[in-house]
């Protein structure tokens, strides 16, 4: 079961880091970047909100795909290579580009009016990797958390 996880997150990962590149690249051509379903690309990947301190999301959006391409691949290849905390900062960084997806999500929906159809791929990438690997984590997460929180109660 952890290799076939371990697996789609390489795949996805890999199809991610596609994605954005084709992001950056297109923006860099003369044109504009079209949007498969109708969307309004352009308008989103060149907006005020496309940097993040200087720096252009799809860029991020790439390095974090290929960290996780990287670290997953190295998982399946040698799962002893890394320290049994990487999976944890894995988790950590899946995390983080989850919530920066919703994120960029709410600004698309709220702030621009504006849909980038390739956006919205790639933050339901990015959903599905943070996903799989917090299904894989086989609720050690939840017990990491308990431990640096406390026991905590709804009721």
Same mark, same amino acid.
């Given at each position: 079961?952890?290799?076939?996880?371990?697996?789609?997150?390489?795949?996805?990962?890999?199809?991610?880091?596609?994605?954005?590149?084709?992001?950056?690249?297109?923006?860099?051509?003369?044109?504009?970047?079209?949007?498969?379903?109708?969307?309004?690309?352009?308008?989103?990947?060149?907006?005020?909100?496309?940097?993040?301190?200087?720096?252009?999301?799809? !860029?991020?959006?790439?390095?974090?795909?290929?960290? !996780?391409?990287?670290?997953?691949?190295?998982?399946?290849?040698?799962?002893?290579?890394?320290?049994?905390?990487?999976?944890?900062?894995?988790?950590?960084?899946?995390?983080?580009?989850?919530?920066?997806?919703?994120?960029?999500?709410?600004?698309?929906?709220?702030?621009?009016?504006?849909?980038? !159809?390739?956006?919205?791929?790639?933050?339901?990438?990015?959903?599905?990797?943070?996903?799989?690997?917090?299904?894989?984590?086989?609720?050690?997460?939840?017990?990491?958390?308990? !431990?640096?929180?406390?026991?905590?109660?709804?009721?």
């Amino acid at each position: 079961m952890l290799f076939f996880a371990n697996f789609t997150v390489v795949i996805l990962a890999l199809l991610g880091f596609s994605l954005a590149n084709y992001i950056r690249v297109t923006k860099k051509t003369p044109g504009t970047l079209l949007c498969p379903l109708e969307g309004s690309c352009d308008a989103v990947v060149t907006s005020q909100f496309s940097k993040i301190a200087g720096i252009s999301v799809e !860029t991020l959006g790439m390095a974090y795909y290929g960290l !996780t391409f990287v670290t997953y691949l190295l998982f399946i290849l040698s799962p002893t290579i890394l320290p049994g905390a990487s999976s944890y900062i894995m988790l950590g960084v899946g995390a983080t580009a989850f919530l920066f997806s919703i994120y960029l999500t709410a600004v698309q929906s709220v702030l621009l009016k504006h849909w980038c !159809t390739w956006c919205l791929c790639s933050a339901g990438i990015s959903t599905i990797i943070f996903l799989i690997v917090l299904y894989s984590s086989n609720h050690k997460a939840l017990e990491l958390l308990e !431990t640096i929180f406390g026991k905590f109660s709804l009721f």
